[in-house]
C-alpha cells in the first residue's frame, strides 16, 4: 500500500533587509529627584555648558524636579525594519489529524491550568481583617516616622544656616535656609522662602536627610 502525501499550498515571500537609520540630535528629559546637571550632561553624552546654553539656566546648580531641559547629545538610535522569508506548507490530511488532536490536548491542559489559577487566586485574596489593619497601622507608622525625619533634618538645617531667622543675611545668601537672592527672585517672604528652600533641596538632594548629610560632610548644602 503505498502512502500518498498531498501538498496542498506551498507560499514563499522573500524580502531584503530595510535599515533606517535616525540619528537622535536632540531630546527633552524631565528632571527627577537627586538628578543634576552634570549627571544629566554624562549621560547624554554632552556638556554642561551645552545644557545650561540650551536651557537659559542662570544657575547650573539649580534644577527642579518635573522641569523639562533640551539635551543636545550624540545618541543615535536605529531603527532595523526586517522581512523573512515566510512559508505557508499544508500538509497532508493525516498530519492535520494530528494537529488537531495536539490542539485540544492543549486546551484542555489549558483550562486545568486556569481552573488552577483561579484557585490560587481566591485562597490569596482571602484575609483576615486583623492582618489588614495590621498592615495599614505598619504603612502609617512608617509613613510618620519619614515625615518626622525630614522634619527634624530641615529644622537641624536651618539652625545652621541662619539659627531659624527668615530675616538673617550674609552678603548675598538671605533667610531661614541661606538661600541665594537669585534664587529668591526679590520675594524675601517666610512662604517664598520655604517653597524655595523645599524645592531646591528635593532637586539636588532628593530629600531634606540627604541634604543634611552633605552639609556634615561638607558644611555646607
Known amino acids: 500500500m503505498k502512502i500518498k502525501n498531498a501538498l496542498l499550498s506551498t507560499a514563499a515571500a522573500t524580502a531584503s533587509l530595510f535599515a533606517i537609520g535616525a540619528t537622535a540630535q536632540a531630546a527633552t528629559v524631565t528632571v527627577k529627584a537627586g538628578d543634576t546637571v552634570s549627571q544629566i550632561a ?3 553624552n554632552t556638556t554642561v555648558d551645552a545644557i545650561q546654553q540650551a536651557n537659559h ?3 547650573v546648580n539649580l534644577i527642579l524636579v518635573g522641569q523639562q531641559l533640551e539635551v543636545n547629545g550624540d545618541d543615535s538610535a536605529t531603527t532595523t ?3 523573512t522569508t515566510t512559508t505557508t506548507t499544508q500538509t497532508s490530511q493525516p498530519a492535520a489529524t494530528t494537529q488537531s488532536s495536539s490542539q485540544t490536548t492543549n486546551q484542555a491542559s489549558q483550562s486545568q491550568t486556569s481552573q488552577s489559577s483561579q484557585t490560587q487566586s481566591s485562597q490569596t485574596q482571602t484575609s ?8 495599614q497601622s505598619t504603612s502609617s507608622t512608617s509613613n510618620y516616622s519619614n515625615n ?4 527634624a533634618a530641615k529644622a537641624w538645617i536651618a539652625n545652621k544656616e541662619s539659627g531659624g531667622s527668615y530675616s538673617a543675611r ?8 541661606q538661600l541665594s537672592a ?23 538632594y532628593g530629600s531634606w ?10 558644611n555646607w548644602y
Open 81 to 83: 525594519t526586517t522581512t
Open 209 to 218: 536627610a540627604n541634604a543634611k548629610s552633605h552639609w556634615l560632610a561638607n
Open 42 to 44: 554624562l549621560d547624554h
Open 182 to 204: 537669585s534664587y529668591l527672585n526679590g520675594d524675601y517672604s517666610a512662604a517664598n522662602q520655604e517653597r524655595v528652600a523645599n524645592n531646591y533641596v528635593a532637586s539636588r
Open 170 to 177: 550674609n552678603g548675598q545668601y538671605i533667610g531661614k535656609y
Open 128 to 135: 483576615t481583617p486583623a492582618a489588614k489593619t495590621t498592615q
Open 148 to 151: 518626622s525625619s525630614e522634619s
Open 57 to 59: 539656566l542662570k544657575d
